[in-house]
């Protein structure tokens, strides 16, 4: 025998050997007082050791066990596990069918799926698992749907229609609660001859039973609407509505189930019940956003220890769902609060690689969790104990048909009177019927108390019913309804460097709009926000210089490290190692390698001749753009008005035709000519000859007949123009206000001044008068240039 097999065979001998020994020195340490006192104690303690000692001498040696079963030791985490895995093949055979997720969608397959199980186990003769528990779908099937949704949460276009989502969320939901409550009791209340189950519900659980029918379930939206594809607007209004009813449903369904106990419902109860709404929603949010906070500031120390990272993601979200459930506050809101805070400062503070993983671990899980909810409700719709009633199923079924209409067409015309882009009447019908029901509503009903709610049954079955038709019938036709409508479908389009440049330029050009016109509108606020956060809060959560990074080029470095992924995925970086946008971009992809060594000379920076520095400097200045002066940031406070702004176009036109008077004016100059000659000058007698031939005689004709002289073209005659008196009596009327607004010409800068004919300059002469005896230039000249006044 070998020394292995001797010790193995005596292991079960020194096994009680070790216990006597305990059960001895357990004996020899009690107190000599309490035995005397209890002889009982103590005859009993003797039976034990002789009961072990009998034992140890009737052990008889069994063969070692090679193969055993245990199943009970492994039964709930194999089962998990099974589930689990059912879950995933069918979702994976669901796509697998080409031209299946067209036609069902995967909601109502995994429906189907979970009452096919369920009968199976069922005529097996086993009892079906309580599989759809409420702790287990609020505390594990529930948050990673959330988290999903709000870690990845459209921001832009949820904060844009955030007015349009919360009256949906909040006055619809409220509206639907009590149209479907009050309606649904007065039915009950009919035909009190024929007395039925009806006559005995209350108004209070029937109001109960329309908050938890009233809301809309994120997980059936998501499930149905993420498979047609509807453009943006449309989606975000009914998944955003079915994220923030949430708090609605929490209040009602807390005060509708503690006041049904009581019986009595005062004012007081009601104002409260008000308030309780604000701090259920308001304190989610504020639970989520210092979760969120904490989380971001956590991620700004965990650069040398990436591996942890998504830990804290996944920690610090579960932590503000549980804690807003603890206070019964909304646990939605936290977590959509939560992810939406934290996510701008932690990828800002993670690695590549870290985003990647809570990326596809939150798809992951998400999917997961969905698709079991799904089975699940199937599987509890065999196993539930029902109470059918057609008259409380049909009502409820039409009640919430007519009651999500007439809300979201009423609610549809008071917002497009505060909307710039209205809802069409389209829009309005993929709204009121996208309105699904889900999971959450089963669950709430599976919370109500059978003490206080005999007909819970009635109850639950009137809630499967519901959500089979509305995710069956209404999921199954929104998507024929929406190519027939031809409702406008999402473009997956990719964000570039250019949309980014001119939406934020959008933005800060409709800031500036309302700051300068008074208003202040949601541009304003966000303005303001954006600036804090820069200043104080990115300085506290983002770790490094990142903070100061502006934000279009932090975009450009997604974009960059997006693109540098999809090419070393294709495997085109391997043959193009130059098409990749830079080397920086892949130093969380591949691994880092020490660069060689440079050789020395290749250290130094070529040195440049003084005249090629100079030409770099010519080219530089040349062809570099200019940049623009910075301008004092405006205030409409702080805005002067400049009284000529208005007239700074017809101005600027005045002065240029004054400058190119100017300059006619100086060049007509050159035709000015000397005084006019004496009378007996061959000129004046050659005009008086051209006027008046007769008048041009020396000897007289008679004594009897007068003789007129008139000197026509002498400086004294009243005919006789002369240039510079036009010139000094314009002058003067725009000096006394007479002008009228036309352009005036100006007097030549040194006025005339007669001196002799010797003394004065002939150049001088021609530049100061112009006497109408000269002839000028030609008329064929004259035509031919240009007008003297434009």
């Known amino acids: ?95 697998l069918v080409p031209r299946l997720p067209g036609i069902v969608p995967e909601s109502c397959l995994l429906i189907l799926v979970g009452l096919l199980v369920g009968g199976l186990i069922k005529l097996a003769g086993q009892k079906v698992p309580p599989v759809l528990d409420t702790n287990l779908f609020f505390f594990c099937l529930l948050p990673p749907i959330i988290l999903d949704a709000g870690y990845f949460l459209p ?90 009813n949430d708090a609605v449903t929490v209040v009602l369904y807390h005060l509708f189930e503690e006041y049904s106990g009581v019986g009595t419902v005062t004012v007081m109860d009601g104002v409260l019940g008000v308030i309780s709404f604000f701090v259920v929603a308001l304190g989610g949010v504020l639970v989520g956003a210092i979760y969120g906070i904490l989380a971001a500031f956590t991620s700004r120390f965990t650069w040398h220890t990436r591996v942890i990272e998504p830990l804290f993601v996944f920690v610090y979200s579960y932590m503000a769902y549980l804690s807003a459930e603890m206070f019964h506050l909304s646990g939605i809101m936290a977590l959509i609060a939560c992810g939406a805070v934290m996510r701008p400062y932690v990828e800002a503070n993670i690695s590549h690689k870290s985003h990647t993983t809570i990326k596809y671990f939150l798809k992951m899980w998400s999917s997961v969790s969905e698709t079991l909810i799904f089975i699940f409700l199937g599987v509890a719709t065999v196993d539930g104990q029902h109470n059918w009633n057609w008259t409380f199923v049909t009502v409820t079924v039409v009640l919430c048909l007519v009651a999500r209409v007439i809300g979201v067409v009423g609610l549809t015309y008071v917002i ?49 019913i519901l959500i089979f038709f509305t995710v069956f019938v209404q999921g199954m036709t929104i998507k024929p309804l929406v190519d027939l409508l031809a409702v406008k479908k999402k473009q997956e389009a990719k964000r570039s460097i250019n949309e980014e440049i001119h939406t934020q330029f959008l933005d800060h050009l409709l800031t500036g709009i309302e700051d300068i016109c008074g208003h202040y509108g949601h541009h304003h606020w966000k303005d303001k926000l954006n600036r804090f956060n820069k200043k104080y809060v990115k300085k506290c959560l983002i770790a490094g210089e990142r903070y100061k990074e502006p934000q279009l080029i932090a975009f450009y470095h997604k974009l960059e490290m997006k693109h540098a992924i999809q090419l070393v995925e294709s495997g085109v970086a391997v043959n193009l190692p130059s098409a990749m946008p830079s080397t920086v971009s892949m130093q969380n992809i591949q691994p880092k390698r020490p660069p060689p060594p440079a050789k020395l000379e290749e250290r130094a920076l ?50 240029q035709k004054m400058v190119v008077l100017d300059k006619k004016i100086q060049n007509i100059n050159n035709y000015l000519t000397v005084p006019a000659a004496p009378p007996d000058s061959p000129t004046m007698c050659r005009a008086r000859l051209a006027s008046d031939p007769q008048a041009y005689n020396t000897k007289a004709a008679g004594d009897s007949v007068p003789t007129i002289h008139v000197d026509l073209a002498s400086p004294q005659s009243p005919d006789s123009i002369n240039l510079l008196d036009e010139f000094q009596r ?35 002469r021609e530049k100061l008068l112009r006497c109408l005896s000269d002839p000028g230039p030609h008329a064929e000249d004259e035509d031919e240039d240009e007008s003297f006044l434009p």
């Not at 109500?448 to 009137?462: E, I, Q, S, V």
């Open 155 to 244: 921001i832009r276009p949820f904060m844009e229609n955030l007015g349009t989502i919360l009256m949906f969320a909040v006055v619809g939901t409220l509206w639907n609660a009590f149209f479907i409550g009050g309606l649904l009791y007065a039915v009950c209340q009919i035909q009190p001859n024929n007395p039925s189950d009806l006559h005995s519900l209350e108004l209070l659980p029937c109001l109960l039973f329309g908050s938890i029918v009233s809301a809309v379930d994120p997980v059936a939206v998501l499930a149905v609407f993420e498979e047609i594809h509807i453009n943006e607007l449309l989606h975000i209004l009914v998944f955003g509505e079915s994220l923030l």
């Open 416 to 464: 497009n009177k505060f909307r710039i882009v209205k809802l069409t009447t389209k829009d309005q019908f993929i709204v009121a019927y996208g309105g699904l029901r889900g999971a959450i509503a089963f669950s709430l009903g599976f919370l109500l108390d059978k003490d206080l709610f005999p007909l819970r049954n009635m109850f639950l079955t009137a809630i499967i």
């Open 1 to 95: 025998m070998s020394p292995g097999r001797g010790s193995g065979s005596n292991s079960p001998g020194r096994g009680l050997l070790v216990l006597v020994l305990l059960v001895l020195l357990e004996f020899s340490v009690l107190p000599l007082g309490a035995a005397s006192s209890h002889p009982d104690v103590s005859h009993q303690d003797e039976v034990v050791v002789h009961a072990v000692a009998e034992e140890k001498h009737n052990f008889t040696k069994k063969a070692f066990p090679v193969l055993s079963f245990e199943y009970k030791h492994i039964q709930i985490p194999f089962e998990i596990s099974l589930w689990v895995l059912l879950a995933s093949l069918m979702k994976l055979g669901f796509h």
């Open 606 to 655: 070529p040195q440049l001749s003084k005249s090629r520095e100079e030409e770099i400097r010519k080219i530089l200045r040349s062809n570099l753009q200019k940049t623009r002066q910075r301008l004092r940031s405006y205030n409409r406070h702080t805005l002067l008005v400049d009284p000529d702004d208005d007239h700074i176009g017809e101005f600027l036109l005045k002065k």
């Open 730 to 764: 314009s002058g003067q009327a725009a000096e006394e206000g007479n002008d009228d607004g036309g352009l005036m010409m100006k007097a030549p800068a040194k006025p005339y001044d007669q001196h002799s004919e010797g003394e004065m300059d002939t150049t001088n």
